[in-house]
C-alpha cells in the first residue's frame, strides 16, 4: 500500500519515499505526492530524485493492483532504482496545479447546469463534462458568466469523508452516471464547495474557487438526442 499524501494535502510538491517494487509496470514507493489516473484526471508527471544525484524521469502515475497502490511510470530506457532505495518523489506542479483548478470549476460547472453528468475528462488547458439534459438548451455565455461569478465569489473548496453507510443513504449526492463512488472501504470523500456543490470525488483541487480564475465556455456539442458536451477552457 502506498501512503497517498496527495488525497490528504493536494499541494504537497514534494516527499521523501522509499522504493517497494519496480518493474515493467512501474515503481511502487510507500508514499507518493503523485496522484494515478482516474475519475478523468490525468496521472500526474515529475521525477524521481535519487541520493547519488541522478534522477528518473515520471512520464505517467496509475493504480496499481491492490487499494491504494501507485504506479510510477518512468521515461522509456530508464535504469530501475533497486527496492529499498531512497528517494523523492517530486511532480510536475505547474501542470498539477492547473488539473487542481480546472478539476475544481468543472465542480462549478456541474452547479450552474442540470442533469446528470455521462463523462468528463480534465485536462490542463481545456476540459469537458458530459451532461443529460433532455429538452435543455445551454447557452455559452450564460455559463461563463454563471462560472466566473462562482470564482469571483471565492468560495472555500475542502474535502470530507463519509462513511459507506452514509454514502447509501444519500444516493442524490452521486451525479456521475458512468462512474460511482468507490465504496467498501468504510468510507468515501467528497469534495464540499460551500453552498455550491457537494459530490464524491477523489481527485485533486484548489482550496478557494478564487484560486481558479477566469475561464470561459468555449463550446457546447450536441452528442445525442440529450447529450450536451460542455468544453471549459481559461480565459
Request: aromatic share 4%.
Amino acid at each position: 500500500m502506498t501512503e497517498a499524501i496527495f488525497r490528504e494535502d493536494s499541494y504537497a510538491r514534494e516527499c521523501a519515499a522509499t522504493v517497494l517494487s519496480a518493474d515493467e509496470r512501474g515503481i511502487v514507493l510507500d508514499r507518493t505526492v503523485f496522484y494515478p489516473t482516474g475519475g478523468g484526471q490525468p496521472g500526474d508527471m515529475g521525477e524521481l530524485r535519487l541520493v547519488d544525484g541522478g534522477t528518473i524521469a515520471i512520464v505517467d502515475a496509475v493504480k496499481g493492483d491492490e487499494p491504494d497502490e501507485v504506479r510510477h511510470i518512468p521515461a522509456p530506457g530508464s535504469a530501475l532504482p533497486a527496492a529499498g532505495a531512497a528517494v523523492v518523489a517530486a511532480i510536475d506542479w505547474e501542470r498539477r496545479h492547473r488539473h487542481m483548478r480546472m478539476h475544481t470549476c468543472m465542480h462549478l460547472l456541474c452547479s450552474v447546469v442540470p442533469g446528470a453528468v455521462t463523462g468528463g475528462q480534465v485536462g490542463a488547458e481545456r476540459s469537458r463534462l458530459d451532461f443529460d439534459v433532455p429538452g435543455a438548451t445551454l447557452d455559452k455565455a450564460d455559463l461563463t458568466e454563471k462560472l466566473n461569478a462562482l470564482v469571483a465569489a471565492d468560495h472555500p473548496v475542502e474535502p470530507r469523508w463519509i462513511t459507506d453507510a452514509e454514502m447509501a443513504e444519500r444516493p442524490e449526492l452521486v451525479r456521475t452516471m458512468s462512474v460511482k463512488p468507490p465504496t467498501g472501504h468504510g468510507r468515501v470523500r467528497l469534495l464540499d464547495i460551500a453552498g455550491v456543490d457537494l459530490q464524491p470525488c477523489g481527485g485533486t483541487h484548489v482550496r478557494r474557487t478564487g484560486e481558479i480564475g477566469r475561464v470561459e465556455v468555449a463550446k457546447i456539442e450536441n452528442k445525442g438526442r440529450q447529450n450536451r458536451r460542455v468544453i471549459i477552457a481559461f480565459a
